[in-house]
């Protein structure tokens, strides 16, 4: 498990530096609070950082205000000689001085204070040349040194802010008070000056403020990270000393770790084995969730495909070719119907429905598509009993089961070729058979054994062949999941699976299924009666295939239909002609709207409405919510006309008292 920085340090008692709030005051800045001793420490080093860089940007303060003196030559050429006194015997001498005085060693406690006066100072001298030069000139141009004054006070020298704030400050009150009362500055000009000059002096306030914070900031961070490098260092120590004591320990103990280690080993090749599981899990979980989805697709397309072929058949007479040809149509979507619960069944979205089966049809379909797919170099033999009796199955399942089977001796036999052979046959097992296999008990059963001449198995391998996610296959070639998935629907029908194997001699699976007296429900069925009816159904599908096969289909039964495509329509329809209503058909999952609020919707005016569901995917709609919503029934599509007779002719003969 890969720690973050924080929790090591967290585990290690060790604060995270990151999580400590500065603790300053909001104008001087000084450490408040729980970093109060911080203060001395800061403004120690804070003079140790920035005497470098003040010390430069003094040298480049007597530059810049020296060389503008050849602005004063050139703009006020009277006055040059009175603005160079200032400039090169009073302003650049104080900053030539405090130049000095920054290498002495007792400069420390005055720099701050010393670089706030000498900061005023340039700023007065500039002052002084306004006042001169407003004697001759009518506008002030001057007024833009003191901005860049500012600005080097604030941004360069490094001064704290308090001190920075208190020259600036100063500044423009010693200008105000020049501009007012010394100099015939016009009004308008003032203002203009003092937008600019206040502006600026702002500006560099917050520059200076947030340069001081940043420094004072840097400064607790390397100084927690300092106190954080101790407390690591010495952890580092502890650890080193405990490893000491570990290493000798292990020393003495070297068999225990030995095994230790062995351990750990089968641990994580455990752990791995569970993750390729969980993967192998949520690959089938997603599966099954594709599964859904395709099956309420394939549900909608197989509805009008039923839906028109019976009523044709209906039409047409017996002896007539064209009905023996749409009959194969409506076979055909009948077997796609089934595949559709097919698959279904094998992704678990529905339960299984068990009914009398012969297998050998069973087994035959399977053998059929076995046959397409297996090499030529694998022989497929077949021994069915054709008076074999039923079995109380699933029809997927055991198709699982014994595809699951042919295919692991496909793959027992696909380097070298060989026999698969499949039969059935009725088998009365005794007290004595039943002992010796498990889960097996005394009865007539139908046999199924399936036998191969691959490369068989040992004895370890067939103790665990039932495990899940068990496999000695390539990775790819198998999830391990299919001798667990046979065994569990056998033990589900209360059978039993018997393996005999060795290696290099093949291996046979022999599978009990109880034998079921009766035989399959579709073998004898009478000719199917649609019922007919003379009410009027309201019928809701988006799917307008649906809805115009399902008007034909219910107006042939002698029922009056009225069909919406579009939920809002089919609300507005009801709202206006509620009374003419009899049963409303709906189905589930459409936009704006779900069948059952619109069955909600419609009882608030007719509480009496009988309602009938249809859904391509049962899993759309619970039996919790169909009870709740007082749904009269619930059909899965594709739509089958007899059946569907049946039903809508017994949710319209029900007595409306008992329905709500």
């Not at 890969?2 to 008692?13: A, P, Q, R, Y």
Request: glycine fraction near 6%; aromatic fraction near 10%; include cysteine.
């Amino acid at each position: 498990m890969k720690l973050t920085k924080s929790e090591i340090l967290t585990f290690l008692g060790i604060r995270n530096p990151a999580q400590k709030e500065l603790s300053v005051h909001p104008v001087t800045l000084r450490f408040t609070g729980e970093m109060e001793h911080f203060e001395k420490d800061f403004l120690d080093d804070y003079f140790k950082r920035i005497i470098g860089p003040f010390r430069f940007s003094l040298l480049l303060a007597i530059i810049f205000y020296g060389s503008f003196a050849a602005l004063d030559a050139i703009v006020i050429p009277e006055l040059k000689y009175q603005f160079w006194f200032i400039r090169f015997v009073l302003v650049i001498p104080v900053i030539l001085v405090l130049y000095i005085l920054s290498y002495s060693r007792f400069i420390k406690n005055y720099l701050q204070p010393l670089v706030s006066v000498a900061m005023y100072l340039t700023g007065l001298g500039i002052i002084a040349m306004i006042i001169y030069a407003s004697r001759i000139v009518e506008r002030d141009t001057y007024y833009a040194g003191l901005i860049l004054i500012l600005i080097f006070g604030y941004a360069f020298t490094r001064i704290r802010f308090i001190y920075a704030t208190l020259a600036g400050w100063l500044i423009v009150g010693t200008y105000e008070a020049a501009a007012i009362w010394l100099t015939q500055t016009p009004t308008e000009q003032l203002y203009n000056n003092n937008f600019f000059f206040i502006s600026a002096n702002i500006i560099g306030m917050f520059i200076c403020y947030l340069m001081e914070l940043s420094a004072r900031r840097d400064y607790v961070m390397r100084h927690l990270l300092e106190e954080e490098q101790d407390k690591v260092k010495a952890a580092n120590e502890m650890l080193e000393h405990r490893v000491q004591e570990r290493t000798a320990q292990l020393t003495r103990t070297n068999r225990a770790l030995k095994k230790e280690i062995e351990m750990r080993k089968h641990y994580e090749q455990e752990q791995a084995k569970l993750e390729a599981q969980l993967l192998q899990l949520q690959k089938i979980e997603t599966i099954g969730t594709l599964a859904g989805g395709i099956a309420h697709d394939f549900n909608n397309i197989l509805t009008p495909i039923l839906g028109y072929t019976e009523m044709a058949m209906e039409e047409l007479d017996e002896e007539s070719t064209l009905r023996y040809d749409i009959e194969q149509i409506n076979h055909a979507a009948i077997r796609g119907k089934d595949l559709v619960q097919q698959i279904l069944t094998f992704s678990r979205q529905v339960e299984v429905e068990k009914k009398p089966l012969y297998l050998q049809e069973v087994i035959q379909e399977i053998m059929n598509l076995v046959k397409a797919s297996f090499p030529s170099n694998i022989e497929i033999k077949m021994d069915l009993d054709p008076h074999c009796g039923t079995v109380l199955a699933d029809t997927t399942q055991i198709h699982q089961v014994i595809m699951n089977l042919c295919t692991n001796a496909y793959h027992a036999m696909i380097d070298r070729g060989g026999i698969l052979h499949v039969r059935l046959t009725e088998k009365e097992v005794d007290a004595e058979k039943a002992a010796a296999v498990p889960n097996l008990e005394k009865g007539n059963y139908v046999l199924v054994t399936i036998s191969d001449t691959g490369h068989g198995m040992d004895h370890a391998t067939m103790n665990r062949i039932f495990e899940p996610f068990f496999t000695k296959k390539e990775v790819g070639v198998g999830s391990g999941l299919g001798l667990s998935v046979v065994h569990g629907i056998v033990k589900s029908y209360k059978g039993a699976i018997e393996v005999e194997s060795q290696p290099g001699k093949g291996s046979t699976f022999r599978i009990y299924l109880p034998r079921h007296g009766k035989g399959p429900s579709d073998l004898f069925t009478d000719k199917e009666v649609l019922e007919k009816g003379k009410e009027t159904i309201l019928f809701v599908d988006d799917e307008e295939e649906i809805t115009y096969m399902g008007k034909k289909m219910l107006e042939n039964l002698g029922y009056r239909v009225n069909i919406q495509t579009d939920t809002r329509k089919a609300v507005a329809e009801f709202e206006a002609n509620h009374d003419k209503y009899d049963l409303l058909v709906t189905d589930q999952t459409m936009p704006h709207m779900l069948g059952t609020d619109m069955a909600r919707q419609f009882r608030q005016i007719r509480p009496d409405l009988k309602v009938i569901i249809i859904t391509g995917y049962s899993n759309s709609i619970s039996s919790e919510m169909l009870e709740k919503e007082k749904i009269d029934e619930l059909v899965l599509k594709p739509i089958k006309l007899s059946e569907f007779s049946k039903v809508i002719r017994r949710v319209l003969d029900k007595d409306n008292t008992a329905v709500m």
